[in-house]
């Protein structure tokens, strides 16, 4: 028998699982997936919005590989900073897997950027989500006017769950707090601001479109931005996804406004930099933008002009880079653990059983589907190298040598009891199922408490 640990449930962890076990080269793999958290599923479940319910539906996917017969979900054991060192995870597995994300916001880098009202919108998502370590404080929406700094997918979901109205959310498993925060928001305008043209942003067509699709907000853009860009009048030479996205903008700039003073409106900016956020009193304020022009080499430079958007509430999403694992030898350039194929190198050779996957292995980069290959990659990796490593001795039982060590895992009974408890706590406030944000809360629920 080859023992796994598969650090990380969400897809790329799971995929790893996955392919470990539908796989007929090396008989009888059995893999534990770790978590930090006391559940799985990762980013679809604490970073896919809300209200994107096809997408959260993967979930189901993701389910359905983890009550595989030879895999066994282990939540609440912090691997590193504060719980299991790799090197003692090596004393419990065959092998170890790292499928961790270990990626950290961006920052602006301008003056301003640590005043009140100004976060990282990962964090916002944290906290729409449910994350148990997202700030028990919320988020100020008292603001009219809202600055959402970035043009991709994450700023696409924030902008959106901004300009939602309330009746829209409650069907959703968002937290009851932050439902009340959303319902309360004085939040009625919101700016999504790019430093390049409609031609060069991150989002995909699909999440642009939604924005002109809800039925509480209204989108704007701007024709002076639009005039900028030289691939807006023409975007045929374009890469399909980028032309489509321009083909949507069009639409927008060319479709008659449509007064309606109860809706809130999205903004899209374009060819605007940050230089710095002005606050009021200890608080966000307005940010103050330079206008850019393209260089002709498919950047932008400064015009030396600019313009100040108000707003109460800023949220970057400007990308992320790598965050080094406690334990694991890391590329600060690449943001990423040095590999081979999957296999960890350490000092240039590779580590004997210890593997990465994901965003650790590749850099934040991709969607969930780029997962896939990736952890068949390192699985490939991992099984031509089992008959060397099944030669050392683990435990039979390594979950109860980690309750020995003083850790307190949640295995997959425990989580089923947090959405038995989950869906119990929806029926009181007459929703469907509503996430538990917090960690006392989680475990006593997966203690059945």
């Known amino acids: 028998m080859l023992r796994v640990a598969v650090v990380g449930s969400g897809p790329s962890g799971v995929y790893t699982a996955q392919s470990l076990v539908e796989q007929t080269l090396v008989p009888d793999v059995r893999v534990d997936v770790l978590d930090r958290l006391p559940c799985p599923y990762g980013l679809v479940r604490y970073g896919v919005a809300p209200d994107h319910e096809k997408i959260k539906s993967l979930q189901n996917n993701l389910r359905a590989v983890l009550e595989h017969e030879r895999i066994g979900f282990v939540g609440n054991v912090p691997v590193g900073a504060g719980g299991v060192s790799p090197e003692r995870l090596l004393e419990l597995y065959h092998a170890v897997v790292y499928c961790v994300g270990a990626a950290r916001d961006r920052r602006l880098g301008v003056p301003g950027e640590d005043l009140a009202g100004s976060f990282s919108a990962t964090d916002f998502v944290s906290w729409y989500s449910a994350h148990p370590d997202a700030s028990a404080f919320g988020f100020a929406l008292d603001g009219r006017s809202a600055v959402v700094v970035g043009v991709g997918n994450v700023a696409v979901d924030v902008t959106r769950v901004l300009a939602r109205g309330p009746e829209e959310l409650r069907p959703t498993d968002v937290p009851q707090s932050a439902l009340g925060a959303l319902a309360a928001s004085g939040v009625r305008e919101v700016h999504m601001v790019g430093r ?33 860009d030289p691939a807006y009048a023409d975007p045929s030479g374009l890469p399909a996804v980028n032309r489509r996205n321009v083909e949507v903008i069009r639409e927008w700039a060319a479709a008659p406004p449509v007064p309606d003073p109860a809706a809130r409106s999205i903004r899209l900016r374009f060819f605007l930099r940050p230089v710095e956020i002005l606050g009021e009193g200890g608080r966000v304020a307005a940010v103050r933008f330079e206008r850019t022009e393209p260089d002709g080499a498919g950047g932008v430079r400064g015009t030396g002009r600019y313009e100040e958007i108000a707003a109460g509430l800023v949220l970057r999403a400007v990308g992320y880079r790598g965050a080094p694992p406690e334990g694991l030898p890391f590329d600060p350039v690449r943001g990423t653990v040095p590999h081979a194929a999957g296999r960890v190198l350490r000092d240039g050779a590779p580590s004997r059983g210890e593997y990465v996957s994901g965003w650790i292995k590749r850099g934040p980069s991709g969607v969930i589907g780029t997962n896939r290959p990736c952890a068949k990659e390192t699985a490939a990796s991992l099984l031509r190298d089992a008959p060397l490593l099944a030669r050392r001795t683990v435990p039979d039982d390594p979950v109860a040598v980690l309750r020995a060590w003083g850790l307190r895992p949640v295995e997959w009974p425990g989580w089923l009891s947090i959405e038995e408890a989950e869906a119990a706590l929806g029926r009181t406030l007459g929703r469907g199922p509503v996430k538990i944000p917090d960690w006392p809360g989680l475990l006593a629920a997966a203690g059945g408490g």
């Open 196 to 228: 390049r043209g409609p031609s060069q942003a991150r989002f995909t067509t699909k999440e642009l479109r939604e924005l002109g699709t809800l039925p509480s907000a209204r989108v704007g853009v701007e024709p002076a931005d639009l005039a900028l």
